[in-house]
């Protein structure tokens, strides 16, 4: 199926969902323009790749059914149409899809509690006063992250020296806010999770939240953060 040429012309630019006709569950959503909806089904057919979206398209074929296409908004803007794709990701949930990647802005403008809203907007800035690391956890964050998910994403692995035995304390930073403090008890090198994976210089901390130091949580360290900097660890009084 594609769309006729006229029909194409006047649907511009669109946001859609692939649909699995067995569970009526979305499993994609995208955003394209001419008969990009119709494209990831010609994909499964020619493509060598197994990728997570192939093999659900794949599966529903071989089961007898074709892949339901939905459109949700048309006629739209190339930023319209961002913004629609990555708030029905948020919605549904990245977990939930066989999406790769979170939608544009997904991190500053995204799905978030009200306590988040009020954290990213809020945050008055801080001193620290202890000596520890700002541990940067913006690509490893996900909303609704439980206590033990947080310090896993916080703990390691890093690539650090000698002067992390200095740190008392790791800070949990997402956005330039901290969302918790962990007392750093030691310090153990990670474990290569393959061959080929190099951790010769990567640590983990072994530790518990601080809960002497609460009132730093909803703080800002934009302070401590320099624009642009690619390091996702910075060290502080220490």
């Known amino acids: 199926m594609e769309f006729p040429r006229s029909v194409v012309e006047k649907v511009a630019t669109y946001v859609y969902l692939l649909r699995d006709p067995r569970s009526g569950k ?6 394209g323009k001419g008969n990009r909806v119709f494209s990831h089904a010609a994909a499964s057919e020619r493509d060598m790749g197994e990728t997570e979206k192939i093999s659900r398209i794949r599966e529903i074929r071989k089961a007898g059914f074709e892949v339901e296409c939905e459109i949700i908004r ?18 549904i949930g990245i977990e939930n899809l066989a999406n790769v990647v979170a939608g544009m802005h997904a991190d500053t403008r995204g799905r978030m509690t009200v306590r988040e809203i009020i954290a990213q907007y809020e945050a008055k800035p801080i001193t620290i006063i202890e000596p520890g690391i700002l541990m940067i956890i913006n690509r490893r964050f996900r909303k609704n992250m439980t206590a033990t998910e947080l310090y896993e994403a916080t703990r390691g692995d890093w690539v650090l020296g000698d002067r992390r035995k200095c740190a008392k304390y790791a800070f949990s930073v997402y956005n330039g806010v901290i969302r918790q403090v962990y007392r750093i008890h030691q310090w153990a090198r990670a474990i290569a999770g393959s061959p080929t994976q190099k951790v010769k210089r990567r640590w983990r901390f072994e530790g518990e939240v601080a809960t002497d130091l609460a009132a730093y949580v909803g703080g800002s360290v934009e302070r401590y953060l320099k624009s642009g900097a690619q390091s996702p660890i910075k060290y502080v009084n220490g």
């Open 26 to 31: 979305v499993f994609y959503v995208g955003k």
């Open 74 to 91: 048309h006629g739209l803007t190339d930023d319209q149409a961002f913004e629609v794709e990555s708030a029905l990701i948020d919605y």
